[in-house]
């Protein structure tokens, strides 16, 4: 009888740079593609510097954190429609109650309202857990009701914050090519998801996305875990909420709903499957970048706004369409 | 009851709630009632991580490791220490890469890497959930070893499966299930393989054996509004050299009236030459002729206009679970652009009846195809195809997972098929069904053809000597 | 549904017997709800301003305003019969009624058409995409719309003679024997059509059967991406002729004209029983959801509730026929 040796260890360094672009390869691509845009940019206006990059992170930063709440939860295998809404609702209480507070205050507030978003996110989840609606439809009826609860809290734009938290996503930090923005966002990333991304609470994570029952034999539990991924998801939700206020100043109860289908759109560009289990958050960070870039080259070349928006809807869509064609022919269906 | 350090055996019909049973001691799912007793202490198991505490480790039959994490961290998630596992594999004279991604490993290597996990943990009852099921015969000896083993350190195994002659060479007792609960327990060494049965079908034995001979009286109709394959002369389907996927080069052919064997180990080629007889892929090397005519199927529609359909083994790809059994077996009948427009019920309502009649579905009041047992799903799949008409079938493993009963029942069946002019096409893993249902074997080793043997010729040992691709002993 | 006499099972109680029933027939407790709804509405409107809400004039109001709403909501049921979603819905009513206001100097026939032919075509690019391209649906559709919006943002900053033709405006908005809105002229037939050919033609059951499991459906023989072009196809020409009714209603095309339509439809749709998942539910349960979603919102508007708590409520609801739902059929 032949011994069974499947999969024995290969040493051929072929096979390791394969799967590694296999797994990788999408993301390494958006990179790449926000690299040359960034490039393009650059040639376009007579005069270019930093302040570009700054306005570049200012107008980025709430959806990069929008993209990565909405990527947590599709990786768990879900899909969150009130991530812009709650954005909304916690960039219009912010806006509110900031206007008149002190910085510290302020920071103290924006920390409350990061508890309030992931008990949002808590409470969602529990809800798709305890009610076996398809999160679909369960996220859905939360868009309304935090739409509403925003729209009843601020009906028209208004309020304001402090300058120094204003500062805090606008300003610089040490040197004048480093938006704070952006740290705070490389911050988050750092300090929050990857520690979590290749412990048991990541791991579980990934697994109920890949195969739940699977993930059930294996003794996570399903339900705890998908309630965790909604309560991070609305943990960035906040922070992009926040982010939000930081950036524009004011809080805008229809702001968030750009976001939600732009969040989708990030993820599903930045290399996670939308069946879950696959991918990471850097790559939704850069395709948020890629989008936003997307929509300041045309506005730079002087393009109509709404052109604009037709030219990225038009090349979200024809990006994915690539993509699900490289699946098929993997698939061969 | 099971004794320590013992191999013991759980059989029963589909539906006769081994499943259950297992899902209950591993926590899966909560008793409704009766008690568990372990080493004399009452316990209650509610959670797969409570079972694994107490002692017991089952293997399913789906490995239960998440394809998109690599193999290291599906071991970090279940809280296993990566060395165990593989020293345990090691100990099995097996290998695996642990950064491979689990999705990638083989179902066959993962089934073991799930046993050496349930092994780290020392298990006082290891519960193997059809471990055998596909799993090439290397494999299985290492898992019977696996079970000799824990029996000699005096620790117990439950092996479930519906493989008799694995149970007689491996197990010390064996409890059979019927409809819901035990009907005895016996040593399997003493009566063999009909002891077992007759537990098995018990009363039933006599009625089945009235139903099979029922069978034989009425007339199955293939219903001829369909694409019925045309001549008798010509052979209904010609495999010419064909090359696609793990299949090298299979040529053979299939004459109306006549049921052909396809018996082959794990992995040989026969899942690519059946996809590509159903049309579910392009050949890349030679060709395919039914009734004479070139068949270049870019989707299974192709192959089914021209007659060739195809039974699969997993009932779930095949069935619509949320509609009826009527709209199942009617759904071929819609499949192109030409059928949309309003149905004629009373012609539908007619084949299906007769589909059902022949085939003795149990529809009773069951609106919903999930409804139905095992079984009677995969009568549901068959008679789809008496309902549409077909020249060819293909039929891939039909009695996988079905009780006895049904499967004579399907047997009889495929005979009288024949019998009414269908070429039919049978691959089984289970070689004791070939003489049954076949007038010739052939054997697929390596993407290859190895022998042909006509059915009276067609015992195990040959069988498995062609099979692995041996040659033919000289007598 | 069957026109047996519901069986009561062995040994099943009445709480179970009642859940059961309900699972079979979503539709009984619908109605329940939508003239409950009606006598609710109708006391708190006696009670606000002295007129009742249970009068003729009012019902036929509502089905008025009812009608584009379920439309649009029958495109959305067919969709997710096949397991997907279509939340371009709104901007395809939108573009209609753009079409049909611009070329209405052509002629009403002319313009109709063209509408029609637009949202078809829309579909049909959604349906290309999810049928062929593999994108989720959810994209897809999202995507479509915001390039529909911007398309439509730039059209509309064109000056062009915008002309709602009568026949559009009188079927829009207008009624015949005093009672009877014009718009039923149009929704009626369509709704039979659907509901019929959803029960009894081919097309009807490999809609069902590609929701239900597109696997098994292609080892039938069935050419799923066929399926979903057409059904995707027809959701865009139903949404255009939504927006055909609402321009007539407006007498003028606006940018907004569908927005408030396009959660609404998903409701209706999960109101009226049809999973989100595909494979069963049908357009009568969406009909009764599309009466039941207006109704409430004559109510709201009554009780001078804001946008924002019509928003909050919406959700609410939502959630709790989905979870009401949820719970029949857990009968497994």
């Given at each position: ?56 992170a ?7 954190f ?24 916690v ?13 510290r ?43 509403g609860?925003?729209l ?25 090519w480093i ?9 988050a990333?750092?300090?929050?998801w ?7 609470p ?23 875990t ?6 991070l998801?609305g ?9 939000l206020t ?22 599903v ?32 070349k ?14 979200i ?6 993509g699900?064609?490289a ?5 061969r269906m | 009851?099971?004794?320590s ?40 198991i ?25 193999v ?7 809280g296993?220490?990566?060395?165990a ?15 491979e991604q689990?999705?990638d ?9 799930d046993l ?7 298990p006082?009852?290891?519960l ?35 493989r ?15 409809d ?40 199955v ?14 052979p ?34 026969q ?13 890349e ?11 270049r ?71 919903q ?5 095992g ?23 039909p ?5 006895v ?15 009414e ?17 076949c ?35 000289v007598? | ?9 062995r ?33 708190v ?15 036929s109001?509502?089905?008025?305003y009812?009608a584009?709403?379920?439309l ?17 819905v709104a ?11 611009g ?29 062929i ?8 559709t ?14 509309s ?13 009188t ?14 002229l149009?929704?009626g037939?369509?709704a ?9 033609s081919?097309f ?45 209603f ?26 989100i998942?595909?494979?069963?539910g ?18 709201l508007?009554i009780?001078?509730?804001?946008a924002?708590?019509?928003q ?5 609801i ?15």
């Amino acid at each position: 009888m032949t011994t069974a040796t499947a999969t024995a260890d290969r040493r051929r360094p072929g096979i390791h740079a394969a799967r590694f672009g296999r797994r990788h390869g999408w993301t390494l691509g958006t990179y790449v593609l926000l690299l040359a845009l960034v490039l393009y940019w650059r040639s376009v206006p007579p005069v270019w510097g930093s302040f570009d990059l700054q306005s570049l992170a200012i107008d980025a930063l709430p959806f990069a954190f929008a993209a990565m709440a909405q990527a947590v939860v599709i990786i768990s295998g879900g899909i969150d429609l009130s991530v812009g809404s709650l954005m909304s609702l916690v960039n219009v209480i912010s806006a509110k109650y900031m206007a008149t507070m002190s910085f510290r205050d302020a920071l103290l507030f924006a920390g409350l309202l990061l508890l309030g978003s992931t008990a949002a996110g808590a409470f969602t989840g529990s809800l798709i857990t305890i009610s076996r609606v398809p999160d679909i439809v369960v996220t859905l009826a939360m868009l309304f009701v935090w739409a509403g609860l925003a729209l009843q809290i601020q009906p028209i734009p208004g309020g304001g914050a402090p300058l120094k938290y204003v500062q805090l996503a606008t300003g610089q930090w040490f040197s004048p090519w480093i938006p704070s923005g952006l740290v705070i966002l490389l911050c988050a990333f750092v300090l929050i998801w990857l520690p979590l991304r290749r412990a048991r609470p990541g791991l579980a994570l990934y697994s109920i996305g890949s195969n739940r029952n699977a993930a059930y034999l294996s003794g996570v539990s399903v339900t705890r875990t998908r309630i965790f991924a909604y309560s991070l998801g609305g943990f960035f939700a906040g922070l992009a909420g926040l982010a939000l206020t930081a950036t524009s100043g004011i809080g805008d109860p229809l702001s968030g709903q750009y976001y939600t289908l732009n969040s989708v759109a990030a993820v599903v560009l930045g290399g996670v499957a939308l069946v879950g289990g696959k991918g990471g958050l850097i790559g939704p960070i850069a395709a948020a970048f890629v989008l936003t870039l997307v929509k300041t080259i045309l506005i730079l070349k002087g393009v109509d706004q709404n052109w604009a928006q037709v030219i990225q809807g038009s090349l979200i869509i024809v990006v994915v369409m690539i993509g699900g064609l490289a699946i098929r022919e993997r698939r061969r269906m | 009851m099971i004794d320590s350090g013992e191999v013991h055996a759980l059989l029963g019909a589909n539906g006769a709630g081994k499943s259950t049973l297992v899902k209950v001691l591993t926590g899966v799912i909560r008793a409704d009632g009766g008690r568990l007793v372990l080493n004399g202490e009452e316990v209650q198991i509610s959670s797969p991580s409570q079972a694994a505490r107490v002692g017991l480790a089952p293997v399913f039959q789906d490995p239960a490791l998440v394809p998109d994490l690599t193999v290291a961290q599906n071991m970090r998630l279940t809280g296993t220490l990566r060395e165990a596992v593989r020293s345990r594999l090691h100990e099995m004279d097996l290998n695996v890469d642990f950064s491979e991604q689990a999705g990638d490993v083989p179902l066959p290597m993962l089934r073991m890497l799930d046993l050496a996990r349930a092994l780290v943990r020392d298990p006082q009852l290891l519960l193997l959930d059809e471990i055998t099921a596909a799993l090439p015969s290397d494999l299985a000896e290492r898992v019977f070893a696996v079970m000799r083993t824990r029996r000699e350190h005096g620790r117990s195994v439950l092996f479930i499966t519906h493989r008799l002659a694995e149970v007689i060479a491996v197990c010390d007792r064996a409890t059979v299930l019927r409809d819901g609960s035990d009907v005895g327990t016996l040593v399997p060494q003493h009566g063999g393989e009909r002891k077992i049965v007759e537990y098995m079908l018990g009363a039933e034995v006599a009625t089945a054996a009235v139903k099979a001979s029922e069978l034989d009286e009425t007339e199955v109709r293939i219903s001829t509004d369909g694409d019925a394959a045309a001549a008798a002369a010509e052979p209904a389907l010609e495999v010419k050299s064909v090359r696609a996927g793990t299949v090298e080069s299979v040529s053979f052919s299939l004459r109306p009236g006549e049921v052909v064997g396809l018996a082959a180990l794990e992995g040989q080629g026969q899942d690519d030459l059946f996809a590509t007889l159903a049309g579910e892929r392009r050949p890349e090397g030679g060709e395919v002729l039914v009734g004479g005519r070139l068949l270049r199927a870019r989707h299974p529609y192709d192959a089914i206009r021209a007659g060739v359909v195809l039974v699969p083994a997993d009932r779930l790809l095949a069935l619509l679970p949320q509609r009826s059994v009527r709209e199942n077996i009617a759904a071929p009948r819609y499949n192109r652009l030409l059928r949309w427009g309003p149905i004629n019920l009373r012609l539908e309502r007619r084949r299906v009846q007769e589909a059902i009649d022949a085939l003795q579905i149990d529809t009773r009041a069951y609106r919903q195809v999930r409804r139905l047992s095992g079984g009677n799903q995969q009568k549901v799949t068959i008679a789809r195809w008496l309902a549409s008409g077909f020249g060819t079938l293909l039929c891939f493993d039909p009695t996988r997972g079905i009780d006895v009963g049904t499967k004579q029942q399907i047997y009889s069946l495929l005979r009288r098929l024949a019998g009414e002019g269908a070429a039919i096409l049978f691959f089984s893993s289970e070689l004791t069904e070939f003489p049954l249902v076949c007038d010739r074997i052939v054997t697929l080793y390596g993407g290859r053809i190895t022998a042909e043997l006509p059915a009276a010729a067609a015992d195990e040992a040959s069988l498995l000597r062609a099979m692995h691709g041996l040659a033919e002993e000289v007598a | 549904m069957s026109a047996a006499a519901p069986e009561v099972a062995r040994g099943e109680s009445r709480f179970e017997t009642a859940r059961r029933l309900l699972a079979e027939n979503p539709a009984i407790a619908l109605i329940f709800v939508f003239v409950g709804l009606f006598v609710v509405t109708d006391i708190v409107n006696r009670a606000q301003s002295g007129h009742a809400f249970l009068a003729p004039t009012q019902v036929s109001t509502t089905f008025l305003y009812a009608a584009p709403l379920a439309l649009l909501a029958a495109g959305q049921t067919l969709v997710m019969l096949t397991g997907g979603v279509d939340l371009s819905v709104a901007t395809t009513a939108t573009a209609g009624a753009f079409v049909a206001s611009g070329t209405g100097k052509h002629g009403a026939a002319a313009a109709v058409v063209l509408a029609i032919a637009i949202g078809f075509g829309i579909g049909l690019v959604n349906g290309i995409g999810v049928a062929i391209f593999r994108v989720n649906p959810l994209i897809m559709t999202l995507g479509l719309s915001s390039v529909t919006l911007g398309a439509l943002t730039i059209y509309s900053q064109r000056r062009f003679v915008a002309l709602v033709p009568n026949i559009v405006n009188t079927f829009g908005s207008g009624r015949f024997l005093t009672y009877i809105p014009y718009d039923l002229l149009v929704w009626g037939p369509i709704a039979a059509l659907i509901i019929l050919g959803l029960r009894y033609s081919g097309f009807g059951r490999m809609i069902y059967a590609v929701g239900d499991n597109p696997v098994a459906c292609r080892l039938a023989g069935v050419r799923v991406w066929q399926v979903l072009l057409i059904v995707y196809a027809l959701c865009g020409a139903l949404s255009a002729v939504a927006g055909i009714l609402l321009v007539g209603f407006n007498d003028a095309a606006d940018l907004g004209i569908a927005a408030p339509f396009l959660l609404p439809s998903v409701a209706a749709v999960v109101i009226g029983g049809t999973s989100i998942l595909g494979g069963s539910g049908g357009y009568g349960g969406t009909i009764l959801g599309a009466l039941i979603l207006t109704v409430l919102d004559s109510l709201l508007t009554i009780l001078n509730a804001s946008a924002a708590i019509k928003q909050m409520l919406y959700g609410a609801i939502i959630l709790a026929l989905a979870w009401l739902y949820a719970w029949t059929s857990r009968s497994e």
